[in-house]
């Protein structure tokens, strides 16, 4: 299950997924860092709010995800179907309800708390559209749970595929008025995103039912809604649920404190953002593959083996990132080229894109660690974990950027303290704590 050959084979799908999703961020980033500065700060703002309300539900599908690869590990096949069916429900009908909070509550929020008129204008243009896509992308990480918890993954490399070809074309389309289509800026980045999120459920919807062993997991046979499997999922996902909801809205109140620096370190920061997400993808995807295979592990009765196997990962993920780290601190104004031909606006990235590589090593190993908490199933002590590292964190972003402003490359030196910190504390759980007796 751990070889070698097992976890490339379950992580290369989602490192293609992980790329995918990124590709849309790097390119709605790069085409909008073309229109102009206001639209690619507005669109970090937009980005990571959009971010905060979608990990609600990807909160719930990692409990989804526990839980069936838990049942795979166990071969307990014919359980893992309503785990699925009934996750599939109940993410649908929170989409609906998050999203007719948003219609709403979105321009109160935006106004409230950016403070540039033009930002404002900007990223509410872009939500409007944007916010649609809660209907396709909740769906969309449930089927992500199935496949990654029964680690049969290849199914995401195309679905990758579909996602960043149709954005990208959408995007080239719709932002600058290309093949006759209006010229929608960052209105056109919103839409082109919901569609590409759409073109990923249908092909998932199909190979599901067309390619996968529906009767062997009993997928798709809605007999009634099972509430004692809702709540056995969301008594495993909703600290997960609650820890990426506050994780990701400590991440946006970053970027509202930038965006009271001015226009141009919210452009800088969004450019940053964007090359972060980039670089964390090895350790996202191998951070995926950690969660899922100790569950599998727990529910094999190998719980002995979960200590020295993160390890073995933590070990390779180092010698993984770390050539990428070289790289990246070296030549920084390459990768800035990517998002924009604005001499200034690239020299003044060069600072924060290297803070970004350093901080990338951090992120790798300590997600890693804290991913291999998530597995255990004892969801309420990461979250407790990631509440008080939440605290140190958002301190010191507060203090370098209101209180007692530095340049933004300071600002985002909170990396270290986030990734230092839950790292820690997560290692510290692993090795001391009552995991080992936990059932679910």
């Known amino acids: 299950m751990t070889s070698n050959k097992n976890i490339f084979k379950i992580t290369y799908p989602i490192f293609l997924t992980l790329v995918a999703q990124n590709i849309i961020n790097v390119t709605n980033t790069a085409f909008l860092g073309r229109v102009g500065e206001v639209e690619l700060g507005a669109s970090a703002i937009g980005g990571v709010f959009y971010l905060a309300i979608y990990m609600v539900g ?18 307990n096949f014919g359980q893992i179907g309503p785990i699925f069916n009934n996750g599939l429900i109940f993410n649908l009908l929170l989409s609906i309800i998050i999203f007719g909070l948003s219609v709403k509550g979105v321009p109160v929020i935006m106004k409230y708390l950016v403070s540039s008129e033009h930002i404002y204008k900007s990223s509410i243009a872009y939500l409007d559209w944007r916010i649609y896509g809660f209907f396709f992308a909740f769906v969309n990480v449930i089927f992500r749970g199935l496949y990654v918890g029964i680690t049969q993954t290849r ?28 010229k929608m800026g960052i209105e056109g980045a919103g839409i082109s995103s919901v569609i590409a999120e759409a073109v990923t459920t249908i092909y998932l919807f199909w190979h599901t039912i067309y390619r996968t062993d529906r009767k062997l997991y009993g ?10 499997t809702i709540l056995q999922i969301l008594e495993l996902s909703v600290f997960i649920m609650f820890q990426y909801f506050i994780s990701i809205s400590t991440w946006f109140m970053f970027f509202i404190f930038i965006e009271r620096m001015g226009e141009r370190p919210l452009a800088v920061t969004n450019i940053g953002r964007s090359l972060y997400i980039l670089l964390m993808m090895p350790g996202a995807a ?5 969660n899922t295979l100790v569950s599998n592990l727990i529910g094999a009765g190998r719980k002995e083996e979960v200590l020295p196997f993160i390890r073995r990962i933590v070990g390779m993920v180092t010698l993984i990132i770390l050539p990428i780290l070289a790289f990246t601190f070296a030549f920084p104004q390459l990768f800035a080229g990517i998002y924009t031909d604005d001499a200034g606006l690239i020299a003044a990235c060069i600072p924060v894109m290297r803070v970004v590589a350093v901080a990338n090593l951090f992120c790798a190993v300590s997600n890693i660690i804290f991913n291999g908490v998530s597995g255990t199933g004892n969801t309420r002590t990461a979250f407790a974990i990631e509440f008080l590292t939440l605290f140190f964190y958002l301190s010191y972003v507060y203090y370098t950027a209101i209180i007692n402003p530095h340049p933004v490359a300071i600002v985002w030196m909170s990396e270290f303290v986030y990734w230092t910190i839950i790292g820690g504390l997560g290692y510290l759980y692993l090795l001391k704590g009552n995991w080992r007796k936990k059932e679910i």
Do not use: C, H
């Open 219 to 228: 997928l798709f046979e809605f007999k009634k809604v099972e509430f004692k």
């Open 58 to 75: 990807f909160g719930f599908s990692q409990g989804a995800q526990i839980l069936i690869g838990r049942r795979n590990g166990e071969k």
């Open 286 to 290: 191998l951070s995926t593959t950690v």
């Open 155 to 182: 199914i995401l490399t195309i679905s990758a595929i579909l996602t960043a070809v149709t954005n990208i074309l959408f995007d080239y389309v719709l932002i600058f008025g290309n093949f006759g289509f209006p």
